[in-house]
């Protein structure tokens, strides 16, 4: 299984995944919204709470993908927003059939470490390190949607954006306060509802009832310990676990990005406690 994940994977990185990517972006419809985010950067956190309000159902990951799908198998989708539309997940770079989307950014170094975490867990790093990842990483080499700092500015400097349909959240503020997150993205989506809902919903998919749902999917591929799609989402991890070294070659890549958007740099959080969530704040970011 973990060699399939392995040759899967080096494809998906190659220009034979052009192709895919257009047939999995036929069947959408004018009134979809987008629910998107760089990998590994919270994305799961809302969209199960969104599905079983969409839906009024619990979720599973086995059964999500007919409430809020991926991108590729969205046709059998229902359409449960008020516009007649669906809500559809997506990890893509941005593209013009993207008019209305809901975009969840993180700290590109907390999404490194996730990642790293994630492919070695299930497989697919063949004995890499943390060294030998990040750069390739930063690169935009070891993920088929790019660097993390393209795929920000691609959906960043949109028409979407421009026209004031894109919502973004921040990871940070998510975790901080997850109630609040899908009480704006509902007013979003146009979706009227109560904040005890909301509540039920929320508590329903914590990081650990989320973890218990994985164990219990049929459909999920299996990690090692500690591996698992539905990791801590911790806030920055990363002051505790990278070095100056690496540090410094995410400033290289990123470093102008993460100023984009706000976040402290390495110098500030020398007095910051890790985890704390302290961020700068970024103009226009909830």
């Known amino acids: 299984m973990a060699s399939l ?46 599905a079983e309000i969409l839906s009024g159902t619990p979720s599973s990951f086995d059964h999500v993908q007919r409430i809020v799908p991926e991108i590729g198998v969205h046709v059998h989708a229902f359409p449960l927003l008020p516009s007649g539309g669906r809500l559809i997940k997506t990890h893509e770079a941005y593209r013009w059939k993207y008019r209305r989307a809901i975009y969840v950014i993180r700290d590109v170094r907390d999404v490194a470490l996730s990642a790293f975490a994630r492919e070695s867990a299930i497989g697919i790093l063949s004995g890499m390190t943390f060294d030998d990842y990040l750069e390739p990483f930063l690169q935009g080499k070891m993920s088929r949607w ?15 954006a421009r026209q004031g349909n894109l919502l973004v959240l921040r990871f940070e503020k998510i975790r901080h306060d997850i109630e609040a997150a899908v009480a704006k993205s509902l007013e979003f989506l146009g ?26 999917s049929a459909t999920l591929p299996k990690a090692g310990v500690g591996g698992g799609l539905i990791r801590a989402g911790l806030v920055q991890d990363w002051s505790g676990k990278l070095d100056p070294s690496q540090i410094a070659l995410v400033e290289r ?22 985890n704390s969530g302290a961020l700068t704040q970024g103009p226009g970011f909830y």
Not at 13 to 40: K, M, Q
Not at 146 to 160: F, V
Not at 200 to 214: D, L
């Open 5 to 50: 994940i392995e040759f899967r994977a080096r494809v998906s990185r190659t220009r034979l995944r052009t192709p895919l990517v257009w047939i999995r972006h036929l069947g959408l419809e004018v009134n979809d919204v987008f629910l998107a985010s760089y990998p590994r950067s919270g994305n799961t956190m809302l969209r199960f709470p969104l």
């Open 146 to 160: 790019g660097a993390w700092q393209a795929h920000i500015a691609g959906w960043l400097d949109s028409p979407a």
């Open 191 to 216: 979706v009227t509802t109560n904040a005890e809902l909301i509540h039920r919903a929320c508590c329903g998919n914590s990081i650990e009832n989320m973890r218990r749902k994985e164990k219990q």
């Open 253 to 274: 890549y990123a470093g102008g990005t993460l100023r984009r958007l706000g976040y402290s740099s390495a110098v500030a959080l020398s007095q910051t406690p890790p």
